[in-house]
């Protein structure tokens, strides 16, 4: 048969092989995260399920309880949780060869209620705006979050720990609970991880404290060995880390490491 002169069907299906192909199936991403990087990742992942068709879930909680799953053995396809926790699963062996890496950090900001102002430009007028108010709370740290240790860090660098112990007033009411405070007036400033402000309405976040004196969580992300086909969600942790995902990040109060 000459080669330039196919039957008009056979020369129709190989134009469109491509596009008749049976696409790949769709996978399910499950992600056990650090409940302070859900916001954005939820509205990165919703970009790439639309490109890829792949689904993507999340189970947003403490570092302190991703570690107690974790330990428990449920399964995830990726989990993101603090540097140390996540470079002693892997050495115990809990994440596939090769696959851990450093992810993003986030840093310590300063909540009030919508209207105030408050200088964080220099450590001296950020310790000011922090003697001058008359209550501040951050988050009890007996729940398992970090937000609460780094915020006790962020006023012992600042010299404050024992001078504002009497007018701070621990938030037990989870995120929402404290922040509710600061819109009610009830409490003046809370210190919070960037990422987690506002949660609450009425609520504004003032600014990250000073460089000199900050304090990061570092979050790692890995695959667990119990992820027998790790290709997807591979593929979602460099699409988090993309330069086009920057601006969710940064609006997210959140600094993602590139790949």
């Avoid at 008749?20 to 399910?28: Q, T």
């Avoid at 404290?178 to 609450?200: M, T, V, W, Y």
Wanted: aromatic share 6%.
């Amino acid at each position: 048969m000459n080669p330039c002169r196919l039957p008009p069907l056979l020369t129709v299906v190989l134009l469109l092989g491509p596009a008749l192909a049976v696409p790949s199936a769709a996978d399910e991403i499950k992600i056990l995260n650090a409940n302070a990087l859900t916001i954005a990742m939820k509205q990165i992942a919703a970009d790439f399920t639309k490109e890829t068709g792949h689904q993507v879930s999340f189970v947003g909680v403490s570092p302190g309880q991703v570690d107690q799953r974790v330990k428990a053995g449920e399964p995830f396809d990726i989990v993101i949780t603090a540097h140390a926790s996540s470079e002693a699963f892997d050495k115990e062996g809990k994440w596939r060869p090769g696959s851990r890496r450093a992810f993003a950090r986030v840093g310590i900001g300063l909540a009030v209620r919508e209207g105030v102002k408050l200088d964080l430009s220099t450590v001296e007028s950020t310790k000011k705006a922090l003697l001058d108010a008359k209550s501040i709370t951050y988050s009890d740290s007996s729940t398992g979050g970090l937000s609460g240790i780094n915020s006790a860090k962020v006023l012992a660098n600042l010299g404050l720990t024992d001078t504002v112990k009497a007018k701070t007033k621990l938030s037990s009411g989870g995120l929402e609970g404290g922040q509710a405070k600061i819109a009610d007036g009830e409490i003046e400033i809370g210190l919070f991880n960037l990422s987690e402000i506002p949660r609450a309405k009425g609520v504004v976040r003032a600014g990250p404290v000073p460089e000199a004196v900050q304090v990061y969580i570092n979050y790692d992300a890995a695959v667990p060995v119990t992820n027998t086909k790790p290709d997807s969600a591979l593929a979602l942790l460099k699409y988090f880390a993309r330069p086009a995902a920057h601006a969710v990040w940064d609006k997210a109060g959140l600094e993602v490491v590139p790949e």
